[in-house]
């Protein structure tokens, strides 16, 4: 497998040491980048000329023995949802194929800052409206472990390019999931920070209130090298919070003794394919016999979380993306007067997930049905908040699996609802902002199956202990999709 199955802090030593330069490393992933797009379609960009003019400015550092950092010279990737100054941004979607933002998101220039080295963006589903990558306006993105299988969504292309070697790291945005979903489908690590804990600026808008960029990558420790770089507080972002950001590596620690972990029943039930199901109690068993004390615990309205969810998302949405009318920026039909070419560019630039939930949302804000739907929606939020703060008063670990199934095939579901119901152990963490991992857990005919840990506000450190130390004592995350080890 060569350079593209190592770890962030293994290239890193590579680089140090002048075993390899960075543009030799770039050169290494673009090759495999091309090697393997044809299948797996994860990239939207690929930024191959600005990757190796950025690659040769680390190396002029390497030469001179200036200290780089642990990101620098490595390559990464960005999803499309990202705004990268000068380097399109079309978040999976028609209606932007052609934007070019003239500045970057507060998370690309914490990259940039770090000496990363951005190698393009990367597929999604359209607006981050999606639990598999087939909503994305331009192509579906495949599963690298069954190419015929989709790779989870919205961040599907984020993970997928993680599976698939493609990069060391990325990131993602997760809305109700689209960290954590793809990366279980994927067999990748996925964290959804803390709301607030990394900065929203430049991050295209689906749902102001729940939306938040995390990093996928191939180990818990290299997750935590990513997030130590795009965490923290950012003036630009009024959502944005100061707190005391720690290093996120000083919490791996391969212990969980006195560790309490609470197993909500809510997250076992309906829907919970029994395989999967066995791979997350054989993990909860794991984490019991390395010294963590488990019990089973309660969050009596978890069964409102998900029409919750969608009366709040597509309400946020259908307020982001009223702004897309052809007068500003994007796509602009040709039509007679302004009303029409109002219509005519929605109509043309949006895909059909895109049109549902802006049509739900708007119903849900319209008058005489804001009090029913929306300001109801919101106090139940405010309950299911109060769950969590209740059992977190008890445990400082919540454990679920991440999807109720490993990855389904491409087309394979038509109902949309069905396909909500994906994201049901996922969404009420957006909901209560908290953070929450996925990790490797086992197999089910051959396709990995994610395990999510969730903590409490800010608690990514506690997160990070229990996965490291679940980690260390398993094998999944060293597991290679069978295509990537025959192209590699």
């Known amino acids: 497998m060569g350079l593209i199955n190592k770890s962030i802090d293994d290239l890193h030593t590579m680089l140090v040491k002048k075993e390899i330069s960075s543009t030799e490393l770039t050169k290494e992933f673009l090759t495999h980048i091309k090697n393997t797009e044809a299948k797996v379609r994860a990239f939207l960009t690929i930024t191959e000329e600005t990757a190796l003019a950025a690659a040769a400015k680390i190396d002029e550092k390497i030469a001179k023995n200036e200290t780089i950092g642990i990101l620098e010279g490595l390559p990464a990737a960005l999803k499309d949802n990202m705004c990268t100054e000068g380097i399109a941004t079309t978040c999976g979607s028609r209606i932007l194929e052609n934007f070019v933002p003239p500045y970057d998101a507060t998370v690309t220039a914490k990259l940039k800052e770090a000496g990363a080295v951005l190698v393009g963006k990367l597929n999604m589903d359209e607006f981050a409206m999606g639990s598999s990558t087939e909503n994305s306006g331009f192509f579906p993105t495949s599963n690298p472990w069954d190419m015929k299988r989709v790779p989870g969504g919205s961040s599907g292309g984020s993970a997928a390019s993680v599976a698939a070697r493609e990069v060391p790291f990325t990131l993602g945005s997760d809305t109700g999931g689209s960290i954590r979903q793809p990366a279980a489908f994927c067999g990748v690590v996925g964290l959804k920070p803390t709301y607030g804990a990394v900065s929203r600026y430049g991050l295209v808008a689906f749902a102001s209130s729940l939306d938040q960029i995390g990093p996928l990558t191939k180990t818990v420790r290299d997750n935590a090298l990513v997030l130590n770089a795009v965490a923290g507080h950012d003036p630009k972002d009024s959502t944005s919070v100061p707190f005391n950001k720690p290093d996120y590596t000083q919490f791996l620690e391969n212990n969980v003794k006195g560790l309490k972990i609470g197993v909500p029943k809510e997250f076992f039930g309906l829907g919970l394919q029994p395989e999967v199901e066995k791979v997350i109690r054989n993990g909860i068993q794991t984490l019991q016999e390395l010294g963590a004390e488990v019990e089973e615990c309660s ?188 192209v590699g």
């Open 299 to 486: 969050l009596p309205h978890m069964e409102y979380a998900m029409p919750t969810y969608y009366i709040i998302a597509p309400a946020e949405c259908s307020s982001n993306l009223a702004r897309y009318d052809g007068v500003r920026y994007g796509y602009r039909a040709e039509a007679d007067d302004m009303i029409d070419m109002f219509k005519d560019t929605r109509a043309k630039g949006f895909g059909q997930e895109v049109k549902r939930r802006i049509m739900l949302g708007t119903y849900a804000l319209s008058s005489g049905y804001y009090d029913a739907y929306y300001l109801k929606a919101q106090k139940v939020r405010t309950l299911i908040k109060q769950d969590f703060d209740k059992v977190f008063a008890r445990y400082d670990v919540l454990i679920s699996p991440t999807a109720p199934t490993p990855a389904y095939k491409i087309g394979e579901i038509s109902d949309p609802l069905t396909i909500y119901m994906g994201d049901v152990y996922t969404i009420p963490v957006n909901l209560a902002g908290l953070p929450a991992i996925s990790l490797p857990a086992g197999f089910v005919n051959g396709l990995p199956v994610g395990m999510q840990l969730i903590g409490k506000h800010f608690d990514e450190g506690v997160l990070y202990r229990a996965a490291y130390t679940f980690e260390q004592n398993t094998d999944y995350h060293k597991e290679i999709p069978a295509f990537i080890k025959e």
